[in-house]
């Protein structure tokens, strides 16, 4: 069944209004009409049209039932289901609290200007990940990660804004290593050279997400690339400059030849000019040399801290959130 603005939905525990469409046809806005569970005016209600979205919708919805992840403060809450065919086929729409926007909606000077903003963003989806983790799970997948596209923030403009984690769909069990998994901006050193996906590269990603977001350059992925092809290499080779060498790949020669040319691109000059083919420096640097508004020394040391390529060095979510930049709170 399609969703259309203006129709109105009965759940297991409340009824909705759509308003307008967030995302195609399958996400929308929606007044809560009636639902004693919640006392919230605005609600999110998710469906899926293509094969793939209800695989990913059915699992959203199990990872709901688990109480570490329901529970969770820091994982968008699920409110409601809606059965619209009635013979259970296809998964129900799911019912999810309302967030004002996404991380990737926020422009990189409002991320730096808030001070307080970064924090909430780091300790929001690094406690997301603990549940995670205490159920051996990673919030990663061939579409969905820990990424701009998935943290949900509201009330940006306060002292104290609410950061949510969400899309669940392709949370998984962690140690999966059939393929590539993370999206290629956020994908961790240990899944580039073969490795299997573990909490520990959901942490990587949580560094990565953060030196993109305060730059406002695509720092890591292929975004920036001026070579026809060899997207994997390059994205190899950009951590090379950004971070440093990643190690060498599993015995796989798809995965061996690719590194190879990764590095020879991190040290190719361009052919048109003195500047080396891919030009950024050391993610510190490039961080450091924004003028305004500047980035506090405290959060850059705090993505250091994460931001490992040796997996086994790399500290967990609860490390992480152990560290001095996320004890305190600025006055703004």
Known sequence: MTLRTGQTLQGAKGVYKLLH???GSTVFKARILSSPSTQAQWAI???ANTAVEKMCLRRE?????????ASSPYIRAMYDTIQLNEHGEDPPCLVFEWTDQDLRSIPAPTLRSNLN?????SRAVLSALQAFKTVNAVHTGRSLY???NNIYVTGVDSSDPIVKLGDLGNAIRAGVAQQRLQSLPCRAPEIWRGHPCQHSSDVWSVG???TTKLSGLPLFGAGDKIIEGETEAWCIAKIIRLVGPLGEPIENQAYKDEFEFAKQLAIMDHPHGTMKLITRRHWREELESIPDPPILKELLDFIEFILIVDPIKRPTASEALLHPYLQLVAEV
Do not use: D, Q
Not at 117 to 121: H, Q
């Open 21 to 23: 469409p967030l995302k």
């Open 45 to 47: 209600v998710k469906t």
């Open 61 to 69: 919805h199990r990872n709901y039932t688990v109480s570490e992840i």
């Open 117 to 121: 903003l970064p924090k909430f963003v």
């Open 146 to 148: 820990v990424n701009p």
């Open 208 to 210: 990565a997400t953060l």
